[in-house]
């Protein structure tokens, strides 16, 4: 049992630091805000949330954002960390939840990853208009309506924050999440085999 623990432990740190490394690389989508980068950096922490629990998957995702600030620094005002960080909660728990409680198996891995996503998405429509958006706003020491102009200049359909939610927040995190998500499921689906120590289930 020792052991186990400590195998755990050492396999939530190499997947931090993978995650750590992901996150500094990131890429900018067309048509979405500068501050909106598309980074792998969820990959790591669905892996070690199907193989190890949310306990491990946390720790992956609390250690890769002071992984990134120490190395790299940020380019958001800390606005992007602050909101990666008050987003695990809404990731680990859920997903870990609706897949304990449907089956453990492939159908309930696909119900919970859309779950997380809905749910992910629901939240960062709230965060940015009410938390993140002003903070990045307030950070540039502009007003919330100047950082809305812009996004538009990026991309004309957002005129006002309503626009930045629609055709900016939603699409962006369904295309971020789904990606990391589909990404992780399918690396965890051919690692877990090799470590059957680290099964969860």
């Avoid at 490394?21 to 922490?45: A, R, T």
């Avoid at 380019?75 to 909660?89: C, H, M, P, R």
């Avoid at 965060?127 to 950082?147: H, K, Q, R, W």
Wanted: charged share 10%.
């Amino acid at each position: 049992m020792r052991n186990d623990k400590i195998q755990k432990m050492i396999f939530t740190a190499m997947l931090a630091a993978l995650a750590g490394v992901l996150m500094s690389l990131e890429f900018s989508v067309p048509l979405m805000p500068p501050f909106y980068k598309i980074d792998l950096s969820d990959v790591p922490s669905v892996i070690a949330l199907f193989m190890m629990g949310p306990a491990s998957a946390a720790g992956v995702e609390v250690i890769k954002i002071l992984i990134k600030l120490i190395s790299v620094g940020t380019n958001s005002f800390y606005v992007g960390e602050f909101s990666n960080l008050i987003g695990i909660a809404l990731y680990v728990i859920p997903m870990w939840l609706v897949y304990t409680r449907t089956g453990r198996n492939g159908r309930a891995a696909a119900i919970a990853l859309g779950t997380s996503i809905a749910i992910r998405t629901a939240f960062a429509c709230f965060c940015n208009a009410f938390i993140t958006l002003p903070m990045y706003a307030t950070a540039m020491g502009v007003s919330l309506d100047e950082v809305v102009k812009m996004v538009a200049a990026v991309n004309p359909a957002i005129t006002d924050l309503t626009g930045f939610i629609i055709f900016a927040t939603i699409p962006f995190n369904i295309l971020k999440l789904g990606i990391n998500y589909c990404i992780g499921y399918f690396l965890y689906s051919r690692i877990h085999n090799v470590y059957p120590v680290m099964r969860t289930a």
